[in-house]
């Protein structure tokens, strides 16, 4: 049978049938369970097409059941998308089989939602060859759907879309699913023209092929159930064919009622318009009961057009103009200015005075106190602990906290259990291939460096591999002495990232530290969740080791993160413990502790264009505001840890930058500094969870300054919400703690707007939150810090409206007056502007 399967892999349909017909049916199975084993044991298992055709011709002429045939044509590696349905019906004919329609039954059972066209055409060529009814699952459904724009060719001209449905014996049983399968709207547009099926379905219901009244129900019933906007507009734009009656309208006043209440606005907008349409024939007590929901909402189209509703009613009906007034009554709670004015007003033109409600009714913030920092989590003390944790972490990305406990429980458990933990720790590693695709060649790379400690934690053969790597590692920044940073000779700079090098040469010590014993864990490992160390603990560790000796860059770290201030009674202990480590402590709690490096505001450009064809550079920002920091003068910089160039917009921010506020917990502006080229990219480049890290570093401590100013203007104009609300929970983090300086912030986002560099649009969700959140004051202290800038620019930036409507609602509810420059001469420009109106607005709360 060389040929029979030569011929199957060339897709030789007629010669595939041709070795069938000469079979009897022994012969027929037998070369069956050689099919099976021919397709399971193939290498390159894919086919399609006309090998497809042809497998399906063999499966049909060979297997016994449909079940055995179902096996082999539903494997996902068998596209039946471009595959033939004639030869197949045409062989099962030719053999008796009498179970074609039980085999598309099962192979409608296989298809998968989410790839509605794959083989349906073939499914339903099978079933409609034995005048079988479709199956009604979702799969099957949205193929049909699917379909109705791509249809097969084979040869044959296409019909138009009105003549196959009009001849389609599927459309009857599948046509009320269409209705009822989430998501099947997407598949009805998907081939370019969102309303050929509507105007098909349409023309059918003009010819009485289909039932309108089943069209118009079906279509309610649809909107009612709600579904994703684009899966929603084919049966929007099916209701507007339709073009209901007043009659029909009026039998659903209902359903449009609930739509207009609680449906996405496009649906609301068309169900508005509609009971419109229809007059005094929808009871005037179900409208109020709607239009209270929608006098609340966010669609300022359709809250607009309601109070229009609502005032022509009025005076249409003066009997009930009182009730109609107390529903327009609702508008005065309304978030846009304007719309609540426009409510107040028709309300009391009707007879009716709504008292305003106000978000806050209290004179300065009323924040929550901040809560301490929460301790760090006790150490690993356990192998299976230990392994656990490491499972968890690798491929879902290394937390600081999480990372220093890891590498903490290795320094303990390499030097205690050492040969359970590599028995432990070795399959998990395997599992997950760590280090597999490492370069072989990378060394200062925290990733490889991290990965390398954990591979040497489960196997000595590794830890021998890696020395030479850890010792080139330490030899390179043993010039590097931390201290002290004054009356010191010039330092070069580094040429590696200081993050980089701090992280990889503390990896590199402690992949040379597994070889030890009974080693009592890092002296850097945090005692505060931010990452900092606790002094007394510190000095606690120090006592505990006694004379033994103490790893420098261990050292180094855990000095970084103790907190900024002076402890002379801390130190005189420390010194007295007699060792190096302990004198370094000392000199630290003294005042030679890492300084405070000197900042400044730039503003950079894109970075040079690569090549003649530079694909990355025209999706670059144009340019950017950043922090440079320097040492002060007479300063050493060892580590780079005070230097952050103003890199243009372009350059790398290096990788695992989330690590930064662990590295240096006590000093928030300078982390801020290296963060921002990063935390802008959430604003500038739309990259999400850029700006998670906020929280974190509201959470650390030390003077912010500059660089934590910007960081919040960025994150507040960030193009994903997750951003935003990160920037939001650590802006209100730091007015808690009274940390937040407001007008700083605000005027760099005025500066960021005005000079095009943020989409201002996206700031005045989460400061609106932050008003509700308790913030108002520090909210309104932001807003006069962002607005001169607005104000000033030639043309203000979309969102400065919305701006000035906060600022003029959390001025008039705290009361406390703040000069804002530039707002009289907007005011005094006149006109009607909503610029002008909302300016105006703000000049009336400040009297």
């Not at 300065?364 to 968890?392: K, Q």
């Not at 290096?654 to 502006?669: E, F, I, V």
């Amino acid at each position: 049978m060389t040929d029979f399967f030569e011929s199957l892999i060339r897709g030789d349909v007629p010669a595939v049938r041709s070795v069938l017909h000469a079979l009897d049916e022994p012969a027929r199975r037998a070369l069956g369970e050689e099919l099976v084993a021919h397709v399971r044991r193939r290498r390159d298992n894919w086919w399609w097409g006309k090998e497809a055709t042809a497998l399906a011709v063999a499966v049909i002429g060979t297997q016994s059941t449909a079940t055995k045939a179902a096996a082999l044509l539903g494997r996902r590696s068998v596209w039946l998308r471009d595959a033939d349905p004639e030869p197949v019906v045409a062989a099962a004919r030719q053999r008796g089989v009498t179970w074609l329609a039980d085999l598309a039954y099962r192979l409608a059972e296989r298809m998968r939602r989410r790839e509605p066209s794959e083989g349906w055409h073939f499914t339903a060529a099978l079933l409609r060859a034995e005048q079988a009814p479709p199956p009604t699952g979702d799969a099957f459904v949205a193929g049909w759907a699917n379909a109705m724009w791509w249809h097969p060719l084979h040869g044959r001209q296409q019909q138009p879309l009105l003549d196959r449905l009009r001849e389609d014996p599927f459309l009857d049983t599948l046509l009320p699913r269409l209705f009822e399968v989430d998501g099947v709207g997407a598949d009805l547009s998907v081939g370019g023209d969102g309303q050929a099926v509507a105007r098909a379905l349409v023309a059918l219901a003009a010819e009485g092929r289909v039932d309108r009244a089943a069209l118009m129900d079906g279509v309610l019933g649809r909107l009612l159930r709600g579904d994703r906007p684009a899966a929603l507009r084919p049966f929007l734009a099916l209701h507007d064919l339709l073009a209901p009656t007043p009659d029909e309208i009026a039998a659903r006043a209902a359903a449009y009622l609930r739509l207009l209440a609680d449906a996405p606005g496009p649906v609301a907008t068309t169900a508005q318009r509609a009971l419109r349409g229809i007059g005094d024939a929808v009871e005037l007590e179900a409208l109020a009961d709607a239009a209270r929901a929608v006098l609340i909402r966010p669609e300022k189209g359709l809250v607009r057009a309601q109070l229009s509703w609502l005032d022509a009613l009025a005076r249409q009906r003066p009997d009930r103009a009182a009730e109609i007034a107390a529903v327009l009554a609702a508008g005065a709670d309304h978030p846009s200015a304007d719309l609540r004015d426009r409510a107040v007003t028709l309300a009391e033109r009707h007879g009716h005075r709504p008292v305003r409600s106000a978000a806050v009714t209290v004179v300065g913030d009323e924040l929550p106190p901040p809560m301490p920092a929460a301790t760090a989590p006790p150490p690993i003390t356990a192998v299976d602990e230990l392994v656990e944790e490491v499972s968890a972490l690798i491929g879902r990305g290394w937390p600081a906290s999480a990372l220093e406990r890891v590498l903490d429980g290795l320094v303990r458990l390499a030097s205690t259990d050492r040969e359970r933990l590599r028995a432990a720790l070795s399959p998990v590693l395997r599992r997950q291939q760590v280090g597999a695709y490492d370069h072989p060649w990378a060394t200062f790379n925290v990733p490889v460096q991290l990965h390398g400690v954990l591979l040497a934690a489960a196997g000595a053969d590794e830890a021998a591999a890696r020395r030479d790597q850890w010792a080139t590692i330490l030899s390179e920044s043993l010039t590097r002495k931390l201290r002290p940073f004054w009356r010191r000779r010039a330092v070069e700079p580094p040429r590696r990232p200081a993050l980089t090098l701090v992280y990889c040469s503390r990896l590199a010590e402690i992949g040379q530290r597994l070889d030890g014993w009974n080693d009592s864990g890092l002296l850097a490992a945090p005692t505060s969740a931010t990452g900092a160390v606790d002094p007394v603990a510190l000095y606690e560790r120090l006592a505990a080791l006694g004379d033994r000796p103490v790893w420098r860059w261990d050292l180094t770290q855990a000095l970084l993160r103790l907190p900024a201030g002076v402890d002379e009674a801390l130190a005189a202990k420390s010194a007295a413990l007699g060792t190096t480590a302990g004198d370094e402590l000392a000199g630290w709690l003294r005042g030679d502790a890492l300084p405070t490096p000197v900042q400044r505001v730039e503003t950079v450009g894109r970075r040079d264009r690569v090549g003649g064809y530079d694909y990355g550079y025209d999706r670059l920002p144009v340019r950017r505001t950043v922090v440079a920091s320097a040492p002060p003068e007479g300063v050493a910089d060892p580590l780079g840890l005070l230097t952050v160039p103003a890199q243009p917009v372009g350059r790398g921010h290096g990788a695992w930058t989330d690590l930064w506020p662990a590295l240096l917990p006590g000093h928030r502006g300078l982390v801020a500094a290296h963060l921002l080229p990063g935390i802008a990219g959430a604003a500038q480049e739309d990259v999400r969870e850029a700006a998670t890290v906020l929280p974190v570093l509201a959470d650390c401590a030390g003077p912010g300054g500059p660089a934590l100013d910007l960081a919040l203007a960025y994150g507040l104009c960030a193009r994903h919400e997750v951003d935003r609300v990160a920037a939001l929970d650590a802006l209100l983090a730091l007015a808690a703690a009274g940390d937040l300086d407001a007008p700083a912030v605000g005027a760099h986002l005025g500066a960021l707007a005005a000079d095009g560099q943020v989409t201002l649009t996206r700031a005045t969700t989460p400061l609106r939150d932050a008003v509700a959140a308790g913030a108002p004051l520090s909210t309104w202290r932001l807003l006069a810090g962002a607005l001169p800038a607005l104000l000033a620019a030639p043309t203000p930036p979309r969102g400065t409206p919305d701006l000035l409507t906060l600022a003029a609602e959390t001025a008039r509810a705290t009361g406390v007056p703040i000069e804002v420059p530039g707002l009289a001469d907007v005011v005094a420009r006149g006109g009607g502007s909503r610029l002008v109106t909302e300016a105006r607005r703000l000049a009336a709360a400040l009297r």
